[in-house]
């Protein structure tokens, strides 16, 4: 999120706050401050520094809600990148997605969980602690605290953990994880506009449910909504495709058997595409390195009919390999900053071509158009 401060990690986890956070922090604090003062007014200034412990508590709920997510998705094996608390909570950043849709619905019923059981045991040390005057005010209010932050995360709307569930649940019954994504998305957008509906109406006062808070949430529901939509969208147009389909027309491929005058003569003189290197493959049509263009001009021209490119071939162990059949979902999880582009080989490792991040581009832009 953009501006996030680091503030710290747990369990390995890098811990991160939006400015807009400190924003909500004074608010609670002014509200529970003025609260605790109306109720105890013996408290005098005390009541401000109990609503900031409060409200800090309160974080400290989200915080652990978000932990319930996390650690749930590291035990299958999936990096936690941040924990980010914002305006409107927490949300954990994870490196992917779970594999199946039974982890997928673990990992978002975790926070819930989390908030369920925390919500427990505040209540029954309220009910059963035997405590008395702030004390209990203020642990009564962090069990309400934590069961709404459990209730209204339940909402079935992305990003929020009821889209997710929602989700698991389609890719369960469907067998396709982006079919989850665009029914969960589609449900978000109708409780977004329903937030807005009702935040707007009870602006007017023709309600009593819902506040500005409701239409702000219902706004933050519909932006992700769309975004987890358009996501959706692209899954769609990607799956059944695999990196065969990806793979560019005239791929920069030479022999190794070839000599450099033949090479420039076929490959690249005339070439449209100005490449810059081209994989080597050996008399089998398999891998054997590549080659940079530039690596040329140590040969003089005159000697490029004698001169094989195998006699400038690089090694191929820097050369990304992906078999053809690879889905092109998994492919674009492979592909990186550093790692942009792949061989493609068959099962018996000849090569069919080069796929780059942009041939991936503008396959979906031919599915969008077609
Ligand atoms: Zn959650």
Known sequence: MNGSIRVGSLFGIPVFINPSWFLVLGLITWNYATWLAFQFPELGLVAWGLGLVT????????????????????????????????IF???????????????????????????????????????????????????GLLAYVNLALGVFNLIPGLPLDGGNILKSIVWKITGKPYQGTAFASRVGQVFGWLG???????LLGLTNVGSIWTLLVGW??????????????????????????????????????SSLREFANN???????NWRKYLVTDEAG????????????????????????????RSPSE??????????????????????ELAVVKEDGEVVGLLEKTSIVKLLEQKVTA
């Open 55 to 86: 409200a800090l508590l309160l974080f400290a709920s989200v915080v652990a809600h978000e932990l319930g997510h996390s650690l749930v998705a590291m035990r299958q094996g999936i990096e936690v990148k941040s924990i980010t608390l914002f």
């Open 267 to 273: 490959k690249i003189i005339g070439n449209p595409v």
């Open 89 to 139: 909570g927490g949300l954990a950043s994870l490196g992917e997605e779970s594999k199946t849709p039974g982890d997928s619905f673990r990992v978002a019923i975790a926070g819930p969980l989390v908030s369920f059981t925390l919500f427990g045991w505040l209540h029954a040390l309220s009910t059963f602690g035997q405590l008395t005057g702030p004390l209990a005010a203020v642990i």
């Open 319 to 340: 050369i990304a390999t992906v078999p053809s059949t690879t889905p092109l979902l998994d492919v674009i999880n492979m592909l990186n900053e550093q790692l942009t």
């Open 220 to 257: 933050f529901l519909l932006q992700n909504a769309g975004q987890s939509a358009q996501a959706a969208g692209v899954q769609r147009l990607l799956s059944g495709l695999t990196a065969q389909d990806a793979v560019i027309p005239n791929s920069p491929l030479v022999s190794a058997a």
């Open 196 to 202: 807005i509906g009702l935040g707007f109406a009870s």
């Open 286 to 313: 398999k891998l054997a390195g590549e080659i940079l263009v530039d690596d040329m001009k140590k040969v003089p021209t005159t000697d490029w009919w004698d001169v094989q490119v195998q006699t400038l071939v």
